[in-house]
C-alpha cells in the first residue's frame, strides 16, 4: 500500500478541506506520513497550531478508514491521486501558499504544458461572449497551436471556453468543486466525457463530497493557479469570474479582460477592473499573446551553436539531458528529475542561461535552445 498517499488523503480529512492548515503540517513536516507520526505531539513539532487543532490530530481512525475507501475508489475509477511530491503535480500551483496537498485527476492531458490558461466569466453569457470566446480560440489555435485551457466547466463562459477548445483541438481541463464520482451540472456530462479523453477533470475533493456553494469559491484558486494568465470574458459587477481574477492577482498572475458595451449590465465587470487597472484590455488572441509573450508557430527558435559551450559541468549536462528528453520543465519537475536541491538548481539554469543554451519562459519553465 501507498502509505503516503493514503496519510494525504486522511490529513485532507482531519483538517476539514482546510487547504492552508493542511499545506502548514505537510510543509513544516515534510510528508503526510510524519504529520501522522507526530498526531500526539503536534503542538510540539508545529507550534503555530491550535489548541483545538492539536486535539483533533489525535484520533485518525475515521480519516484513515475514509481514505483506504477513497483509494480503493480511484484505483478502481482509474483516477490518479497527485501530491505535491509527484512530478505531475501542477507545478505552477506548487508556488501558491495556500495549494491543495493533493489533487485528483482523470484525464489525458499533461498538467504542466508550457502554455496554460484559464477562460471565466459569468454563467449568463450573452452571444457577444460567446462570440468573443469562440473567435479567440480560433485565433489563438492558428497562432499558438499548444496551450492547455482550463475553466470551472460551468454554465455561461465555462462551458463555452471548454466546447470551443475542442473543437478547436485545444486539450481542456474541467477544475471541479466535487468529487470525480458525479458531474456537476449534468447537463455538461457529455462534454465532460470528450474531455477525459482530449483534457481531463481535476479536483481537490474526494468522492462523495457534494457541490457546496463555498466549494466553488475554493475551487477557483485551483483555475487561477494552474494557469500562467487569467481572461475574464463578461461579468457582472459581481461573480465567480471577479474571484478567480482577484486570486490570479494575488497569485502574481497575468489577468486579462475583453471590454464591453457601456451599460450592459455582464460587461460592468471586466470595464470596472479594466478602469481600476486591475485586468489588461485585450480585443484578439494577437493582443493576449504580444502581452504574454509566447512564441507563436511562425517564430522560429535560432538553433545555438553547441561546439562553443563545450565544458558543461556534470550538473550542467543533467539538466541540459533532461531538456532533450522533455522540454520547457518547470523548476520544481526539474528539481525531481535531476535529483539537484531548488537553490543550487537556480544557479546551474542561471549559467546555462548566460551560455545561450537555454531560456527562462512564461509560467516558469526553461526552454533548450535548438
Known sequence: MNYELLYAIALTRMT??????????????GSAQA???HRNDI????????????????NWDDALRRAEAEMEFITKKNIRALT???ADYPQRLLQCPD????????????LNQRYVLNIVGTRHCTSYGQDLVRQFIRDLRQQCPQVLVVSGLAYGIDICAHRNALEQGYETVGVLAHGLDQIYPHHHRDDAIRML?????????????????????????????????????????KGGGLITCRIAQEYGRDVFAFP??????????????????????????????????WQTASEQT???ERQLFPDLTAEEQAVVTLLQQTNDLQLNTLSVKSNIPIGQLTALLFQLEMKGIIKPMAGGTYHLLG
Open 43 to 58: 503542538g510540539d513539532a508545529v507550534p503555530d497550531t491550535t489548541p483545538r487543532l492539536r486535539e483533533a490530530m489525535k
Open 35 to 37: 504529520v501522522y507520526e
Open 16 to 29: 476539514g478541506f482546510n487547504a492552508a492548515t493542511a499545506l502548514l503540517l505537510y510543509q513544516t513536516l
Open 197 to 237: 479523453s482530449h483534457g481531463g477533470l481535476l479536483t481537490e475533493y474526494m468522492s462523495q463530497t457534494e457541490a457546496l456553494p463555498n466549494n466553488f469559491r475554493q475551487r477557483n484558486r485551483i483555475v487561477a493557479g494552474i494557469s500562467d494568465a487569467t481572461i475574464l470574458v463578461e461579468s457582472a459587477i
Open 260 to 293: 464591453g458595451a457601456v451599460g450592459m449590465t455582464y460587461s460592468e465587470g471586466c470595464n470596472k477592473m479594466i478602469r481600476n487597472n486591475t485586468a489588461a484590455l485585450i480585443t484578439s488572441a494577437q493582443d493576449f499573446l504580444e502581452a504574454m509573450r
Open 84 to 86: 505535491m511530491h509527484d
Open 302 to 304: 535560432q538553433p545555438v
Open 99 to 110: 495549494a491543495p496537498i493533493i489533487v485528483y485527476y482523470r484525464g489525458s492531458a499533461e
